[in-house]
């Protein structure tokens, strides 16, 4: 599976058979130009989109005819299995920024989880409910979404083998939120990609928990 971090918490997977994957894909120049990320242009079978905010769900721009998934349950599409999972954007059981979802990708004999823009702590049910996860694009920066002490605890509960952080400030991100250093900095085994993109399989899954810090493709 070929993992690109496009920005933000939009990503793009295509699995070994050619199932072209985009996930929350933001609009360029939203919230007066604080998300400075460049345009999707890519071509996608299949779209998912947590929640309805700017950047999140911009498709405008996306080529193909793709199916568009934006609502909590269960697909299949082209081998690929899909959960959405139903959480919310806050701690007030989605009062302030509404409902949000969580997303498990299974292609390739891999799990993926994105968690959107995810508000809370995940509770127990919500966990078993997840099982067991391979690769997790966790949300870090806080303000809007869980922060870094909140990552850590997720990401501890859902016990992944890799784990990419996303929804942070960068060069292209002025939104109020943190840095991912903030995440990290007390983390044992963190790699700095330096690269948009990366393949990964079972075979190559990190043994013990790793985080991966990736750069932004646009």
Known sequence: MKIKWYGHSAFYLATDSGVRIIIDPYEPGAFGGAIAYGRITDEADLVLTSHEHDDHSYTADIKGKFVHIKEKGTYEEKGVKIRA???????????ERGKNLIFLITADDIT??????????????????????DILMLPVGGFY???????????????????IPMHFK???????????????????????????????????????EEIIVMKHAL
């Not at 999972?85 to 009062?95: L, R």
């Not at 002025?174 to 990964?200: C, H, M, S, W």
């Open 170 to 208: 960068t060069d292209k991100c002025g939104l109020p939120i943190g840095y991912v250093d903030e995440f990290i900095k007390d983390k044992n085994k963190v790699r700095q990609a330096n690269t948009p993109e990366i393949v990964i399989t079972k075979a190559t899954l990190p043994e013990t």
């Open 112 to 133: 993926v989880a994105h968690l959107g823009d995810l508000g809370h702590i995940l509770e127990d049910g919500t966990l078993q409910d997840i099982g067991k996860i």
């Open 85 to 95: 999972i139903e959480t919310f954007h806050d701690t007030s059981g989605g009062q």
């Open 145 to 163: 979404t869980i922060g870094a002490k909140e990552a850590t605890k997720v990401m501890s509960d859902l016990r992944p083998a890799l784990i």
